[in-house]
């Protein structure tokens, strides 16, 4: 006397709906943007305006967090520098400052053309590259890349030619390259 039976599927949505809005005052309290997280339904397509205020107030967070960490690394370094009986670092550490990567994500069209605006307003291509984020090894090599750039512009014969009208290339003993 036994019957084979099938049972409805059972409906999970109370349990989903829970976790969802738990994840979504976690992701408020702690400003998290919500197309971080996984669970989040609604969040496809958005555009990148969209995206970038979903984010403010996370870069608002981490830049407070630098603000914040700021001395207190320098009171590490410090630290650090006592132990390994650098004397001289040690009481230059609080004078020191931590360059901070910008916490905001920006596309590199956008990087470039904040670059290019910078540029044309006169900022020092060394500035620039510190805004971009460069390590002060990579401005030095980036900067000596760009010199020797220039050196072997300046003593190309092509634009020599192109010059003769008006002069030329004079290179003088100290070692301006200009356009008589």
């Known amino acids: 006397n036994t019957t084979v039976g099938q049972w409805e599927a059972a409906k999970l949505d109370v349990f989903t709906e829970v976790i969802e809005k738990a994840v ?3 992701a408020a309290q702690t400003r998290t943007p919500p197309h971080y997280l996984v669970a989040n339904k609604g969040l496809s397509n958005l555009s990148g305006d969209a995206l970038k ?3 403010t107030g996370l870069v608002q967070k981490v830049r407070q967090a630098m603000e914040f960490f700021d ?3 320098r009171d590490v370094f410090q630290l650090i520098a006592l132990q390994l009986g650098e004397d001289k670092a040690a009481s230059m ?3 020191g400052s931590i360059e901070w990567r910008d916490p905001e994500n920006r596309s590199d069209a956008q990087t470039s053309d904040a670059a290019m605006k910078d540029r044309s307003m006169g900022y020092p291509f060394e500035y620039i590259l510190k805004k971009r984020g460069h390590s002060p090894q990579e401005r030095e090599e980036i900067m000596e890349m760009l010199r020797r750039e220039q050196r072997e512009l300046l003593h190309d014969p092509g634009l020599d030619a192109a010059l003769r009208p008006f002069g030329g290339v004079n290179v003088d003993a100290t070692g301006d390259d200009s356009a008589v």
């Open 93 to 95: 550490a609080p004078l």
């Open 24 to 26: 979504g005052h976690i």
């Open 71 to 73: 001395p207190r690394l």
């Open 53 to 55: 205020a979903a984010e």
